[in-house]
């Protein structure tokens, strides 16, 4: 690239980034034009529109979150206060920080450091919580427990290690969890041969994946943890009803039809229209299969029913091969896809069975997630 087109493109891209900052602090986005400010003296430190707007916006930033602050120190004092003030000191100090690291900064904005308010909130914020989750832990039910390990995640949050939290925050998980041992998993193959052990392990994962964020936790009965914990449910699964029926072979055709224009072969200058059609015979292969599942979740101290259903699932393999007979130029791509479909070998009973579990363990995440998904 020549000298000074380069000039001409290294011109525009500043003028475009000066544009964007000053439309930031337009709109009142006082946080984004100071760091959209500071990229821009990084790149160009002598970037007197960046200059002119990073102690404007910084002042305007600053403003809006000690008024924050100090409207939150009013009143009794509240988790969400305490946290809201956290919030808005790491907020200033993470401009202050991002300032200090821009040399080119230094004498267009006199920034202040809150480090020590930052830490006396983060202080403040970890006791209050520590002393609600403690409070909470202490009532020993699972609805609290639950709540005294969100206080305690969000002391951590504040604080790593603050006093003996980790351990508390165990404790509270301990009581707050509920242990669902699939304590049956039964899969009814009958006469045929099929490796279905992966199933199992399918619907632990997808139980695990749907349980973890609202205090579940599943195990397979030969796991050597579900043999540790605490069981509070058991669950049984039965799959049976397995069938695969025999191959049927269906043939049949059909013609196609399509209108073709082309040059008259007596007189090029003009065109012709002429309707060209083709048969395809149709080899129709299909297999038809199905199965069956049901599962029961029982509480373990009550002995209490906590859900049930049956499910059910079918699955047609089809293949098409053909050929054709006629003029090519009438068929279509569906035409074309089942002429040069090709037939190898038929599905496996592996590879048939499993289409019937994807079915089964979508309708079975659905059910299961109105259960354990809240």
């Known amino acids: 690239m020549k000298p000074l087109a380069t000039l001409l493109l290294l011109i525009a891209v500043c003028c475009a980034a000066c544009k964007s900052t000053q439309k930031l602090y337009e709109q009142g986005q006082y946080d984004r034009a100071v760091y959209s400010a500071l990229d821009d003296l990084r790149k160009r430190p002598e970037n007197s ?4 707007i990073l102690p404007q916006a910084y002042n305007e930033a600053q403003t809006k979150y000690e008024n924050s602050i100090a409207a939150a120190q009013n009143g009794s004092v509240t988790a969400q206060k305490l946290d809201l003030i956290y919030r808005d000191y790491l907020a200033l100090q993470k401009m202050y920080d991002a300032i200090a690291a821009t040399p080119a900064a230094f004498s267009h904005v006199n920034a202040r450091n809150y480090n020590s308010e930052l830490s006396a909130a983060a202080e403040a914020a970890a006791e209050f919580r520590y002393n609600e989750g403690s409070e909470f832990l202490q009532r020993g039910d699972r ?3 639950r709540r005294a390990y969100e206080n305690f995640q969000a002391v951590s949050s504040y604080i790593k290690g603050y006093r003996n939290v980790d351990e508390l925050m165990a404790r509270a998980y301990d009581i707050a969890i509920v242990n669902v041992i699939v304590d049956k998993f039964d899969q009814r193959f009958d006469n045929y041969s099929i490796n279905g052990a992966y199933f199992q392990n399918d619907i632990v994962s997808r139980l695990n994946s749907i349980g973890n964020s609202h205090y579940y936790r599943f195990f397979n009965f030969n796991e050597p943890r579900a043999r540790e914990v605490r069981a509070d449910q058991f669950m049984d699964i039965n799959v049976y009803d397995i069938w695969f029926g025999q191959m049927a072979v269906n043939r049949d055709s059909y013609t196609v039809t399509k209108d073709i224009t082309e040059k008259d072969p007596k007189d090029e200058k003009k ?6 059609s083709a048969t395809v015979n149709v080899t129709r292969r299909v297999i038809d299969s199905r199965a069956s599942m049901d599962y029961r979740i029982m509480d373990a101290a009550s002995r209490q029913m906590v859900g049930s259903d049956r499910l059910f699932a079918r699955y047609t393999w089809e293949k098409l091969t053909g050929s054709y007979t006629g ?4 068929l279509s791509d569906k035409d074309w896809a089942i002429i040069r479909g090709a037939f190898n070998n038929q599905p ?26 809240r």
């Open 49 to 52: 529109t960046a200059a002119s």
């Open 143 to 145: 609805l609290s427990a």
């Open 271 to 276: 065109t012709r229209t002429t309707t060209v």
């Open 327 to 330: 003029d090519q130029r009438a």
């Open 348 to 373: 496996t009973y592996d590879e048939l069975y499993r289409e019937l579990t994807r079915q089964l363990m979508n309708q079975f995440d659905s059910r299961v997630r109105s259960i354990y998904g």
